[in-house]
Nanobody
């Protein structure tokens, strides 16, 4: 079983940057696909990016491509999300989630097994 703690959120001006971290504890971190989801007020949770267990495959939602970069350090049991050129529409609570590499990545949040508590990102002048 994995447990996650996200950090790095905060209040930032449009055009600014943040680096979110997702630190895992538990067994088998390097056997899981890790995804970042976000949920804005009144909206459904959406996947913004995922990274394969070895870090060799990444995927981004169209809305964040070119601005977000996902990475992972399996030695530290941590996944990162570098967010640049922040926009007001990026305001949301950001969550990391894990799904077995055997099952593969999916954009459906209901199919992820482990979740963190979220970190809030607010983009405002």
């Amino acid at each position: 079983q994995l447990q996650f703690v996200e950090s790095g959120g905060g209040l930032v001006q449009p055009g600014g940057s943040l680096r979110l971290s997702c630190a895992a504890s538990g067994f088998g971190f390097n056997n899981y696909v890790i995804a970042w989801f976000r949920q804005a007020p009144g909206k459904e949770r959406e996947m913004v990016s995922f990274i394969s267990s070895a870090g060799t495959t990444t995927h981004y939602a169209d809305s964040v491509t070119g601005r977000f970069t996902i990475s992972r350090d399996n030695a530290k049991n941590t996944v990162y999300l570098q967010i640049n050129s922040l926009k007001a529409e990026d305001t949301a609570v950001y969550y990391c989630a894990a799904r077995s590499e055997v099952d593969g990545a999916t954009s459906d949040p209901s199919l992820y097994h482990y979740w963190g508590q979220g970190t809030r990102v607010t983009v405002s002048p």
